[in-house]
């Protein structure tokens, strides 16, 4: 095979897969039709790596034997199936990195809760003593973090878009934690969105674990056509299951050996809260508990885990009022989880880039909490119809500060301004990170 590598897209995942690929004797191009960032530009020009942007020079590209996707990259395009017509390899940087190591991969995908169940999931695990990676869909690419070090462990966020370019690597422990409406814009369809989610069983073995939420409408539609090879472990709030975990009023429970203790944990012990969160909780303890970590050490990791940054994070009181910054929350599902953990009255920001959003679901939780709802978009058309009736004031506006200094005005003490967008930020605002720090802005300038 030509030692000849492309990279195409130059973003945390591809210059990490090029950091990587360097450093294990590929010569290296890297191509991205866009500006290349110049934290990646200096990155890879310090590694001697070529890159070209604002176009893709076919010329450059012929004759390598590897195309290394970055994950917001659809793998149908024209110039992608060319490609793999004539004879090129083309992966993404998940399937490529995981080639250079012998790990113990802990795969966590989903619609939502995939980066809280990742990062306590590695919280676990370090807190027990393990040598163990964090990488993937949050922080560092897999290949970056492998270039500087293996571990025996690695714990990986997962997006679809991840999982459509992995083909032979093998998930050890794979977690699926939900599956409802999202990036239909790119898969046109809920069949093909969960085949792509349940992709991350596509190598496992009878050695190896499918920890799921039994309670998930999704989930237990895709199991009618994907069945695993491996053993199955289902959470649930409503059943229970050994092995497996389930609920009750005031703990969750988890046994996967009838011979051995269970474990228990109290809600009122966990440092996040709200019913999405018991499910994250459940899905890293049957991880620590498939790795025989002692309950003592799982019960203490869960009791001083801080959340990540943008997922139901507490900003400031003013006036009385407490401002919550939910900007992770990109679609419907993750907004219901939001808005499902909230006292009432709420004042949402919610709005941005629609990726064919169904608001029917939140019809019940806005006309119960919400008594304003404050859209942050260029086109709030479909938020007007779906919650007109629900709510006693929608307004609509077009820059974080103005929608924080709206909420500011309009609200009264003991009320809660939740920013929860339901959407993706791409027509305001760089990416959701960029939209949460601007949002802690505009509160802390009140």
Known sequence: ???????????????????????????????????IRD???????????????????????????????????PPDLPMIQEARESGIEVIGEIEFAARY??????????????????????????????????????????ARVLAAGDHDYFVLELSSFQLDTMYRTRIHHAILLNITPDHLDRYGTMEAYTDSKFRILQNQTENDSFIYCLDDAGIRAGLVKHQPRSGMIPFSLTEKHIPGAWADEKAFHVQLDPTKAIFDMNYDQLTIGGKHNTYNSMAAAIVANSLLIRSEVIRESLMDFKNVEHRLEPVAKVKGMQFINDSKATNVNSAWYALESMDPPVIWIAGGVDKG??????????????????CLGKNNIKLHQAFAKHVDLIINTTSIDEAVKMAYNLGNP???VLLSPACASFDLFENYEDRGRQFKHAVKNL
Do not use: C
């Open 414 to 416: 003991g009320e809660t």
């Open 1 to 35: 095979m030509s030692k000849k590598l492309v990279v195409i897209g130059a973003g945390e995942s591809g210059t990490g897969a090029a950091l990587l690929a360097k450093q294990k004797g590929f010569d290296v191009l890297v191509s991205d039709r866009g500006k």
């Open 357 to 374: 959003n169904d608001y029917e679901m939140l019809e019940k939780l806005v006309a119960d909490k919400v008594r304003i709802l404050i």
């Open 101 to 142: 190591t012998n790990a113990t991969l802990i795969g966590i995908t989903g619609t939502n809760g995939k980066t809280t169940t990742t990062l306590l999931t590695h919280h676990l695990l370090k807190g027990a003593g393990l040598d163990v990676g964090l990488a993937g869909n949050v922080g560092k690419s897999f």
């Open 39 to 73: 934290l990646y530009r200096d990155e890879l020009d310090a590694a001697g790596i070529e890159w070209e942007s604002g176009s893709h020079d076919s010329g450059r590209l012929a004759g390598a034997g590897i195309w290394i996707l970055s994950p917001g990259i």
